[in-house]
């Protein structure tokens, strides 16, 4: 298993907002090879950062992903102003698990 983090630093006063473009996302990635399973993840304190965090059956399955048309549909839209710099990007291979893969 595979596992990707995007780590994003929301602009005060914009969590809201954030919350709500990505509920209404497109959810393309759902149905690529190789997708297992997404998890949005927001901070328990006052501030932080949120994570989106995917689960892929291989690296292999996640870069295609990111070659894919559906890749650059999902990741069309635009938000001026609601992040505080670009996400941070962090994968991982899984090497031991309770998760069944």
């Known amino acids: ?18 919350e709500e473009a990505f ?7 759902d149905q690529m090879p190789g997708f297992m399973a997404q998890d949005m993840l927001r901070p328990a304190g006052e501030e932080g950062v949120f994570i989106s965090m995917t689960r892929w059956r291989s ?12 890749f650059r549909q999902g990741h069309g839209k635009r938000h001026p102003g609601m992040f505080q710099g670009p996400p941070q990007l962090e994968m991982y291979e899984v090497f031991d698990s309770t998760t069944e893969a």
Do not use: C, H, I, Y
């Not at 298993?1 to 954030?18: H, K, S």
């Not at 690296?59 to 559906?70: G, N």
């Open 1 to 18: 298993m595979f596992l990707v983090m995007n780590r994003f630093r929301v602009t005060p006063g914009r969590e809201a907002d954030f």
């Open 23 to 29: 509920k209404g996302r497109a959810r393309l990635v």
């Open 59 to 70: 690296r292999e399955d996640f870069e295609a992903w990111t070659r894919s048309e559906q």
